[in-house]
Protein backbone atom coordinates (compact mmCIF):
# COMPACT_ATOMS: atom_id res chain seq x y z
CA UNK A 1 0.00 0.00 0.00
CA UNK A 2 2.61 2.43 0.89
CA UNK A 3 4.58 1.86 -2.45
CA UNK A 4 1.03 2.81 -4.77
CA UNK A 5 0.70 5.94 -2.54
CA UNK A 6 3.64 7.31 -2.93
CA UNK A 7 3.85 6.58 -6.90
CA UNK A 8 1.49 9.53 -6.65
CA UNK A 9 3.63 11.50 -5.01
CA UNK A 10 2.48 12.45 -1.86
CA UNK A 11 5.61 12.99 0.34
CA UNK A 12 6.67 15.41 -1.93
CA UNK A 13 9.09 13.27 -4.49
CA UNK A 14 8.63 13.05 -7.92
CA UNK A 15 6.81 10.18 -9.69
CA UNK A 16 8.22 8.76 -12.78
CA UNK A 17 7.60 10.84 -15.27
CA UNK A 18 6.42 13.76 -13.15
CA UNK A 19 7.91 16.68 -11.11
CA UNK A 20 7.68 17.80 -7.64
CA UNK A 21 6.02 21.71 -7.13
CA UNK A 22 8.48 23.78 -5.89
CA UNK A 23 8.72 27.89 -5.54
CA UNK A 24 10.80 29.26 -8.50
CA UNK A 25 12.79 31.36 -6.02
CA UNK A 26 14.02 30.94 -2.52
CA UNK A 27 11.92 32.59 0.03
CA UNK A 28 12.92 36.66 0.66
CA UNK A 29 11.90 39.36 2.01
CA UNK A 30 9.34 41.34 -0.69
CA UNK A 31 8.69 44.60 1.62
CA UNK A 32 5.10 45.56 2.09
CA UNK A 33 3.78 42.67 0.67
CA UNK A 34 5.85 40.21 3.05
CA UNK A 35 4.51 42.04 5.81
CA UNK A 36 0.88 41.69 4.79
CA UNK A 37 0.94 38.49 7.08
CA UNK A 38 3.04 39.18 9.97
CA UNK A 39 0.96 39.72 12.52
CA UNK A 40 -0.34 36.47 12.43
CA UNK A 41 2.62 34.73 11.96
CA UNK A 42 3.68 36.05 15.29
CA UNK A 43 1.03 33.78 16.88
CA UNK A 44 3.31 30.57 14.81
CA UNK A 45 6.88 31.33 15.09
CA UNK A 46 8.76 28.01 14.76
CA UNK A 47 9.95 28.18 18.74
CA UNK A 48 9.16 31.73 19.50
CA UNK A 49 6.19 31.37 22.19
CA UNK A 50 7.69 28.48 23.99
CA UNK A 51 4.87 28.90 26.79
CA UNK A 52 5.66 27.44 30.12
CA UNK A 53 2.60 24.62 30.26
CA UNK A 54 3.90 21.04 29.92
CA UNK A 55 0.68 20.35 28.25
CA UNK A 56 -1.63 17.54 28.61
CA UNK A 57 -2.45 17.42 32.46
CA UNK A 58 -5.66 18.61 32.19
CA UNK A 59 -5.52 20.64 35.77
CA UNK A 60 -6.12 24.04 36.45
CA UNK A 61 -2.57 25.21 37.57
CA UNK A 62 -0.75 25.41 34.41
CA UNK A 63 0.67 28.26 33.36
CA UNK A 64 -0.46 28.40 29.93
CA UNK A 65 -2.31 26.63 27.59
CA UNK A 66 0.11 26.08 25.58
CA UNK A 67 1.51 23.00 25.30
CA UNK A 68 5.30 22.62 25.65
CA UNK A 69 7.32 24.55 22.91
CA UNK A 70 3.62 26.11 21.76
CA UNK A 71 1.85 25.51 19.01
CA UNK A 72 1.41 26.68 15.34
CA UNK A 73 -1.39 28.94 16.85
CA UNK A 74 0.39 30.82 19.25
CA UNK A 75 3.98 30.86 17.70
CA UNK A 76 3.01 34.03 15.82
CA UNK A 77 2.32 36.33 18.10
CA UNK A 78 6.04 35.66 19.59
CA UNK A 79 7.64 36.33 16.62
CA UNK A 80 5.51 39.80 16.65
CA UNK A 81 6.57 40.38 20.51
CA UNK A 82 10.08 39.64 19.51
CA UNK A 83 10.02 42.16 16.61
CA UNK A 84 8.54 44.86 18.43
CA UNK A 85 11.55 44.30 20.97
CA UNK A 86 13.95 44.45 18.46
CA UNK A 87 12.20 47.83 17.18
CA UNK A 88 13.08 49.21 21.11
CA UNK A 89 8.59 49.43 21.40
CA UNK A 90 8.51 45.98 23.44
CA UNK A 91 10.23 44.96 26.35
CA UNK A 92 7.66 42.30 27.86
CA UNK A 93 7.64 38.12 27.67
CA UNK A 94 7.20 37.02 24.54
CA UNK A 95 4.90 34.44 25.20
CA UNK A 96 2.46 34.45 22.12
CA UNK A 97 -0.42 36.76 23.84
CA UNK A 98 -1.62 39.36 21.56
CA UNK A 99 -1.72 41.67 25.29
CA UNK A 100 -2.53 45.31 25.85
CA UNK A 101 0.92 45.68 25.98
CA UNK A 102 1.10 44.21 22.55
CA UNK A 103 -1.37 46.52 21.72
CA UNK A 104 0.48 49.91 22.64
CA UNK A 105 3.75 48.49 21.53
CA UNK A 106 2.10 48.54 17.97
CA UNK A 107 0.64 52.10 18.59
CA UNK A 108 4.64 53.36 19.57
CA UNK A 109 5.37 51.85 16.35
CA UNK A 110 2.98 53.31 14.46
CA UNK A 111 3.02 56.79 15.90
CA UNK A 112 6.89 56.54 15.31
CA UNK A 113 6.53 55.74 11.69
CA UNK A 114 3.63 58.57 10.73
CA UNK A 115 0.72 55.57 10.23
CA UNK A 116 -2.62 55.35 12.09
CA UNK A 117 -2.41 54.53 15.34
CA UNK A 118 -4.31 51.95 15.81
CA UNK A 119 -2.85 48.73 17.33
CA UNK A 120 -3.72 46.33 14.85
CA UNK A 121 -1.48 45.07 11.85
CA UNK A 122 -3.33 46.71 9.14
CA UNK A 123 -1.60 46.91 5.96
CA UNK A 124 0.30 50.55 6.44
CA UNK A 125 1.91 49.10 9.76
CA UNK A 126 2.71 45.82 7.79
CA UNK A 127 4.37 47.47 5.46
CA UNK A 128 6.64 49.69 7.63
CA UNK A 129 7.25 46.62 10.34
CA UNK A 130 8.63 43.98 6.87
CA UNK A 131 10.59 46.41 6.13
CA UNK A 132 12.18 47.12 9.33
CA UNK A 133 12.22 43.41 10.57
CA UNK A 134 14.81 41.85 8.87
CA UNK A 135 14.81 37.99 8.15
CA UNK A 136 12.35 37.21 10.73
CA UNK A 137 9.36 38.80 8.75
CA UNK A 138 10.01 36.12 6.43
CA UNK A 139 9.81 33.48 9.36
CA UNK A 140 6.56 35.15 10.65
CA UNK A 141 5.05 34.76 6.88
CA UNK A 142 5.97 31.12 7.25
CA UNK A 143 4.60 30.36 10.41
CA UNK A 144 1.11 32.09 9.89
CA UNK A 145 1.27 29.56 6.23
CA UNK A 146 1.83 26.62 8.40
CA UNK A 147 -1.37 27.23 10.08
CA UNK A 148 -3.55 28.53 8.02
CA UNK A 149 -2.24 25.08 5.95
CA UNK A 150 -3.34 23.30 9.00
CA UNK A 151 -6.53 24.70 9.64
CA UNK A 152 -7.14 23.70 5.85
CA UNK A 153 -7.33 27.19 4.65
CA UNK A 154 -4.32 27.53 2.45
CA UNK A 155 -3.02 25.24 0.31
CA UNK A 156 -0.23 27.13 -1.41
CA UNK A 157 3.75 27.10 -0.62
CA UNK A 158 5.31 27.75 2.61
CA UNK A 159 7.29 30.28 1.61
CA UNK A 160 7.31 33.11 3.25
CA UNK A 161 5.72 35.45 0.71
CA UNK A 162 3.00 37.13 1.32
CA UNK A 163 0.20 36.64 -1.69
CA UNK A 164 -3.72 36.24 -2.27
CA UNK A 165 -3.94 32.74 -1.28
CA UNK A 166 -2.72 33.74 2.17
CA UNK A 167 -4.83 36.96 2.40
CA UNK A 168 -7.57 34.64 1.50
CA UNK A 169 -7.05 32.54 4.00
CA UNK A 170 -6.82 35.02 6.57
CA UNK A 171 -9.98 36.14 5.62
CA UNK A 172 -12.23 33.04 5.74
CA UNK A 173 -11.27 32.68 9.44
CA UNK A 174 -12.35 36.01 10.26
CA UNK A 175 -15.40 35.44 8.05
CA UNK A 176 -16.28 32.13 9.47
CA UNK A 177 -15.18 33.54 13.60
CA UNK A 178 -18.06 36.50 12.80
CA UNK A 179 -15.66 39.32 12.99
CA UNK A 180 -14.75 42.11 10.96
CA UNK A 181 -13.25 40.94 7.47
CA UNK A 182 -10.54 43.29 6.67
CA UNK A 183 -7.28 41.12 7.13
CA UNK A 184 -5.78 43.25 9.66
CA UNK A 185 -4.51 41.29 12.64
CA UNK A 186 -5.48 42.82 16.41
CA UNK A 187 -6.31 40.91 19.48
CA UNK A 188 -9.78 39.18 18.13
CA UNK A 189 -7.61 37.63 15.17
CA UNK A 190 -5.26 36.51 17.36
CA UNK A 191 -7.49 35.04 19.66
CA UNK A 192 -9.91 33.51 17.17
CA UNK A 193 -7.02 32.04 15.75
CA UNK A 194 -5.88 30.34 18.88
CA UNK A 195 -9.29 28.80 19.51
CA UNK A 196 -9.94 27.39 16.44
CA UNK A 197 -6.39 25.97 15.82
CA UNK A 198 -6.63 24.90 19.67
CA UNK A 199 -10.26 22.95 19.14
CA UNK A 200 -9.69 21.29 15.37
CA UNK A 201 -5.73 21.13 15.35
CA UNK A 202 -4.61 20.37 18.81
CA UNK A 203 -4.21 17.22 20.56
CA UNK A 204 -3.70 17.16 23.77
CA UNK A 205 -0.15 15.02 24.52
CA UNK A 206 0.25 12.60 27.58
CA UNK A 207 2.83 14.54 29.82
CA UNK A 208 5.10 11.50 29.70
CA UNK A 209 5.81 12.90 26.28
CA UNK A 210 6.95 16.11 27.33
CA UNK A 211 9.41 14.91 30.10
CA UNK A 212 8.92 15.65 33.55
CA UNK A 213 5.93 17.05 34.21
CA UNK A 214 7.05 20.62 36.41
CA UNK A 215 7.94 23.63 33.98
CA UNK A 216 11.08 24.79 34.31
CA UNK A 217 10.59 27.97 36.76
CA UNK A 218 12.03 29.49 39.75
CA UNK A 219 12.74 33.08 40.86
CA UNK A 220 12.46 35.50 37.96
CA UNK A 221 16.59 35.96 38.71
CA UNK A 222 17.19 32.38 37.73
CA UNK A 223 14.90 31.99 35.09
CA UNK A 224 15.76 32.91 31.42
CA UNK A 225 13.23 32.95 28.48
CA UNK A 226 12.70 34.07 25.04
CA UNK A 227 12.99 37.86 24.80
CA UNK A 228 15.91 38.25 27.95
CA UNK A 229 19.13 39.83 26.95
CA UNK A 230 22.54 40.29 28.58
CA UNK A 231 25.95 38.17 30.13
CA UNK A 232 23.74 35.35 31.43
CA UNK A 233 22.15 34.88 27.82
CA UNK A 234 25.35 34.55 26.26
CA UNK A 235 26.65 32.15 28.69
CA UNK A 236 24.00 30.19 28.22
CA UNK A 237 24.81 30.31 24.29
CA UNK A 238 28.10 29.99 24.59
CA UNK A 239 27.39 26.81 27.01
CA UNK A 240 25.38 24.88 24.66
CA UNK A 241 26.91 25.24 21.70
CA UNK A 242 29.82 23.69 24.33
CA UNK A 243 27.88 20.75 24.50
CA UNK A 244 26.99 20.48 20.31
CA UNK A 245 23.38 22.84 20.46
CA UNK A 246 22.59 25.63 18.29
CA UNK A 247 21.55 28.45 19.94
CA UNK A 248 22.86 30.95 17.40
CA UNK A 249 25.74 33.41 17.88
CA UNK A 250 26.23 33.78 21.51
CA UNK A 251 25.24 38.25 21.09
CA UNK A 252 22.90 37.77 24.43
CA UNK A 253 19.70 37.59 23.03
CA UNK A 254 17.82 34.98 23.92
CA UNK A 255 15.52 34.81 20.73
CA UNK A 256 14.02 31.74 18.73
CA UNK A 257 17.16 30.07 17.63
CA UNK A 258 18.34 29.97 21.32
CA UNK A 259 14.96 28.93 22.53
CA UNK A 260 14.84 25.82 20.16
CA UNK A 261 18.30 24.73 21.16
CA UNK A 262 17.42 24.68 24.73
CA UNK A 263 14.27 22.79 23.86
CA UNK A 264 16.37 20.45 21.98
CA UNK A 265 18.46 20.24 25.41
CA UNK A 266 15.64 20.04 27.21
CA UNK A 267 14.49 16.68 25.02
CA UNK A 268 18.00 15.47 25.56
CA UNK A 269 18.01 15.76 29.23
CA UNK A 270 14.32 14.52 30.03
CA UNK A 271 12.97 17.46 31.40
CA UNK A 272 10.08 19.32 30.48
CA UNK A 273 9.82 20.66 27.19
CA UNK A 274 9.04 24.68 27.50
CA UNK A 275 12.23 26.48 25.74
CA UNK A 276 12.90 28.35 29.17
CA UNK A 277 16.47 27.65 31.01
CA UNK A 278 15.32 27.99 34.41
CA UNK A 279 16.56 26.19 37.41
CA UNK A 280 16.61 22.52 35.79
CA UNK A 281 18.06 23.40 32.95
CA UNK A 282 20.74 25.44 35.07
CA UNK A 283 21.67 22.17 36.66
CA UNK A 284 22.12 20.36 34.06
CA UNK A 285 23.71 22.19 31.38
CA UNK A 286 26.50 21.78 34.58
CA UNK A 287 26.11 17.68 34.36
CA UNK A 288 24.22 16.53 31.27
CA UNK A 289 23.19 13.19 31.92
CA UNK A 290 21.16 12.77 28.53
CA UNK A 291 22.40 9.62 26.64
CA UNK A 292 24.67 10.08 23.14
CA UNK A 293 24.29 8.55 20.09
CA UNK A 294 22.81 5.15 19.87
CA UNK A 295 24.97 3.30 17.87
CA UNK A 296 28.15 3.11 15.68
CA UNK A 297 28.35 4.08 12.27
CA UNK A 298 29.58 5.62 9.41
CA UNK A 299 30.32 9.40 9.13
CA UNK A 300 28.53 11.36 8.06
CA UNK A 301 24.83 10.02 9.04
CA UNK A 302 22.24 11.25 11.00
CA UNK A 303 19.94 9.41 13.50
CA UNK A 304 16.13 10.57 14.79
CA UNK A 305 14.91 9.39 18.11
CA UNK A 306 11.59 9.22 17.79
CA UNK A 307 11.01 8.98 21.62
CA UNK A 308 13.16 12.25 22.74
CA UNK A 309 12.02 14.12 19.46
CA UNK A 310 15.78 14.88 18.47
CA UNK A 311 18.09 13.99 15.41
CA UNK A 312 21.58 13.56 15.72
CA UNK A 313 23.53 15.16 12.80
CA UNK A 314 27.14 13.62 12.66
CA UNK A 315 29.09 15.66 10.06
CA UNK A 316 32.22 13.40 7.96
CA UNK A 317 34.59 15.16 10.51
CA UNK A 318 34.06 17.51 13.93
CA UNK A 319 31.54 16.83 16.77
CA UNK A 320 27.82 15.85 16.63
CA UNK A 321 25.76 18.37 16.86
CA UNK A 322 21.63 17.62 18.55
CA UNK A 323 18.59 19.50 16.65
CA UNK A 324 15.13 20.15 18.19
CA UNK A 325 13.06 17.78 15.72
CA UNK A 326 8.88 16.80 15.22
CA UNK A 327 8.29 13.82 13.54
CA UNK A 328 5.14 11.61 13.28
CA UNK A 329 1.91 12.15 15.93
CA UNK A 330 0.42 9.38 15.18
CA UNK A 331 -2.63 10.88 14.06
CA UNK A 332 -5.39 9.86 11.61
CA UNK A 333 -5.46 12.77 9.01
CA UNK A 334 -7.46 12.84 5.66
CA UNK A 335 -5.21 13.61 2.79
CA UNK A 336 -6.01 14.72 -0.84
CA UNK A 337 -8.58 12.70 -2.51
CA UNK A 338 -10.35 12.29 0.84
CA UNK A 339 -7.86 8.93 1.82
CA UNK A 340 -7.21 8.53 5.51
CA UNK A 341 -3.73 8.24 6.55
CA UNK A 342 -1.95 7.63 9.98
CA UNK A 343 1.29 10.08 10.57
CA UNK A 344 3.57 7.73 10.51
CA UNK A 345 7.67 8.08 10.54
CA UNK A 346 8.97 4.84 9.61
CA UNK A 347 12.12 3.17 11.57
CA UNK A 348 14.83 1.66 10.57
CA UNK A 349 18.45 2.09 8.62
CA UNK A 350 18.09 4.35 5.73
CA UNK A 351 19.80 6.60 3.18
CA UNK A 352 19.76 10.28 1.68
CA UNK A 353 18.83 9.39 -1.47
CA UNK A 354 17.77 12.63 -2.68
CA UNK A 355 18.23 16.28 -2.01
CA UNK A 356 16.46 19.01 -3.05
CA UNK A 357 17.89 22.98 -2.35
CA UNK A 358 14.89 24.36 -2.53
CA UNK A 359 11.23 24.65 -1.35
CA UNK A 360 9.71 21.68 -2.84
CA UNK A 361 5.67 21.74 -2.71
CA UNK A 362 3.98 18.16 -1.59
CA UNK A 363 -0.13 17.70 -1.08
CA UNK A 364 0.44 18.20 2.86
CA UNK A 365 2.87 21.21 3.00
CA UNK A 366 5.57 22.43 1.82
CA UNK A 367 9.44 21.04 2.57
CA UNK A 368 11.98 23.75 3.03
CA UNK A 369 15.62 21.94 1.52
CA UNK A 370 14.30 18.52 1.73
CA UNK A 371 16.62 15.46 2.29
CA UNK A 372 14.70 12.07 1.34
CA UNK A 373 15.30 8.97 2.96
CA UNK A 374 12.70 6.05 2.55
CA UNK A 375 10.72 6.56 -0.33
CA UNK A 376 8.52 9.75 0.00
CA UNK A 377 9.97 10.75 4.03
CA UNK A 378 11.94 13.35 4.08
CA UNK A 379 14.27 15.53 6.96
CA UNK A 380 13.18 18.79 6.48
CA UNK A 381 12.80 22.86 7.23
CA UNK A 382 9.50 23.90 8.46
CA UNK A 383 8.05 27.03 10.09
CA UNK A 384 6.16 24.93 13.10
CA UNK A 385 8.51 22.67 15.12
CA UNK A 386 6.90 22.21 18.44
CA UNK A 387 8.14 20.29 21.53
CA UNK A 388 6.18 17.00 20.60
CA UNK A 389 5.08 14.40 17.54
CA UNK A 390 3.18 16.77 15.28
CA UNK A 391 3.79 16.01 11.63
CA UNK A 392 2.26 13.93 8.90
CA UNK A 393 5.41 11.59 9.13
CA UNK A 394 8.52 13.48 7.82
CA UNK A 395 11.06 14.70 9.80
CA UNK A 396 10.71 17.86 10.78
CA UNK A 397 13.59 20.71 11.68
CA UNK A 398 13.43 24.45 12.21
CA UNK A 399 14.44 26.01 8.85
CA UNK A 400 17.65 27.41 10.59
CA UNK A 401 19.07 23.80 11.62
CA UNK A 402 17.89 22.46 8.06
CA UNK A 403 20.21 24.91 6.46
CA UNK A 404 23.19 23.29 8.48
CA UNK A 405 21.94 19.82 7.77
CA UNK A 406 21.73 20.32 4.39
CA UNK A 407 25.77 21.53 4.13
CA UNK A 408 26.66 18.55 6.28
CA UNK A 409 25.07 15.61 5.03
CA UNK A 410 25.89 14.81 1.79
CA UNK A 411 23.35 12.36 -0.83
CA UNK A 412 24.24 8.78 0.88
CA UNK A 413 24.65 9.28 3.76
CA UNK A 414 23.17 7.13 5.99
CA UNK A 415 20.12 7.33 7.97
CA UNK A 416 19.00 6.10 10.85
CA UNK A 417 15.54 6.49 12.78
CA UNK A 418 14.75 4.46 16.07
CA UNK A 419 12.29 4.86 19.20
CA UNK A 420 8.91 3.84 19.14
CA UNK A 421 7.21 3.96 16.44
CA UNK A 422 3.38 5.61 16.08
CA UNK A 423 1.36 3.28 13.61
CA UNK A 424 2.26 0.94 11.00
CA UNK A 425 4.26 1.04 7.84
CA UNK A 426 0.87 -0.30 6.60
CA UNK A 427 -1.04 2.57 7.48
CA UNK A 428 1.45 5.48 7.34
CA UNK A 429 2.36 7.49 3.94
CA UNK A 430 4.46 10.31 3.65
CA UNK A 431 3.96 13.91 4.73
CA UNK A 432 4.71 17.49 5.81
Not at 119 to 130: F, H, K, Y
Not at 382 to 410: E, L, N, W
Request: proline share 7%.
Amino acid sequence: MRRALLRDGLGGEPRPGGTAVSSSNPPRLRGAMSARIRGWSSTLAVVGALAASCGGNGGDDSQSAVPPGGHAATHAVSHLQEELAELGYYDGPHDGVFSPETEEALKQLQAAEGVEESGVLDTPTRAVLGALAGRSDELSIKAVQTALAELGLYDGLIDGDYGPATEAGVEELQREAGIDVDGAFGPETAAALNERYEEEVLVKKPVEEAGEPGADQGPASKVLEPGAKGGAVKRLQRRLAKLGYRPGSADGVYGAETASAVMAFEKHEGLGRDGIAGPQVAARLKNSRGKGLRRKGPRPRIEVDLNRQIAFVVPSKGKVTILNVSTGSGETYEGPGGATAVAYTPTGRFSVYRKADRIVEAPLGSLYKPLYFDEGWAVHGAASVPGYPASHGCVRTSDYDQDFVFRKIPKGAAVFVYGARRGTPEQGRPGF
